[in-house]
């Protein structure tokens, strides 16, 4: 009989550090001499309004995820788990894992993302392990493990895109504009451009009569806003602009 890679792994803290109550780290990395070394994205989906992305590979995973309609909740090195490995020589190894992130999504399933640079990916010691922690996650648990880099995920026009909707959505929404847009989006229908939208939508800026009115975009915010609530879809396939095309959700019409 084949031997198998891993033994069952134990997870410390309960629902893998995804309580939407209570997600807190279960430890913190050591902070950098040098440079920023964490950055705080602001998100209604973590207990504590925010998680600490470590470098910038993380934020870029952070934005898809945060962005991504399908998501409950993040938690960011949500807990440890212990991995026994067999050597080639019949031993066994043990060690010690923290993931950078774990997601809860809205059917129940959980995914657990660590992210890295394509040449730190892609080499053999970091292959293996990911190899051990997909089989250890998923024999054990249930629970899909990725690895993932730099270079899948910075994809244009998609991830400037999503940049700018992040943005958008890190605060709190737009009572009135909300209304204002899902009405005019019932008049128009899906599909639509943002342009038409915007032309059917009349809400004061609250700079009428000065040089800051042609700045302030109440619609498109909300447009964001109600991407990543699943109310609707915006097409990615060209950057964001007036001729972006706005989608039905999944499953549906608005």
């Known amino acids: 009989m084949r031997r198998p890679t891993s033994r069952p792994s134990r997870i410390e803290p309960v629902h893998f550090g995804l309580d939407p109550e209570r997600h807190f780290p279960v430890d913190e990395p050591k902070p950098m001499r040098r440079g920023p070394s964490r950055v705080k994205m602001f998100t209604k989906r973590a207990a504590r309004g925010y998680v600490y992305a470590h470098d910038a590979v993380q934020v870029i995973g952070m934005v898809h995820a945060l962005t991504d309609p399908g998501t409950r909740v993040v938690a960011d090195r949500p ?9 080639a020589n019949g031993s066994v190894a043990t060690f010690r894992h923290v993931p950078d992130f774990a997601v809860l999504r809205d059917d129940g399933t959980v995914m657990v993302v660590d992210f890295a640079r394509r040449a730190t990916r892609l080499g053999p010691p970091r292959l293996r392990r990911a ?17 993932l880099d730099d270079v899948t995920l910075k994809v244009a026009p998609l991830f400037p895109n999503l940049e700018i909707v992040y943005a958008q959505t890190k605060g709190d929404a737009d009572p009135e504009a909300l209304v204002a847009v899902r009405g005019a989006l019932m008049a128009l229908g899906l599909p639509t451009t943002v342009g038409e939208l915007r032309r059917a939508v009349s809400l004061p800026t609250g700079f009428e ?31 964001l602009s007036d001729a972006t095309v706005l989608l039905p959700p999944r499953g549906g019409r608005l």
Do not use: K, N
Not at 79 to 87: S, T, Y
Not at 212 to 237: F, K, N, W
């Open 209 to 239: 009569g000065t040089d800051c009115e042609s700045q302030y975009d109440r619609v498109m915010p909300t447009v964001s806003e109600m991407a990543v609530c699943g109310e609707l879809r915006i097409d990615h396939r060209t950057y």
């Open 79 to 87: 807990h440890a788990i212990l991995v026994h490995a067999f050597r």
């Open 131 to 147: 190899e051990l922690l997909r089989a250890a996650y998923l024999e054990d648990h249930g629970i899909l493990y990725c690895d």
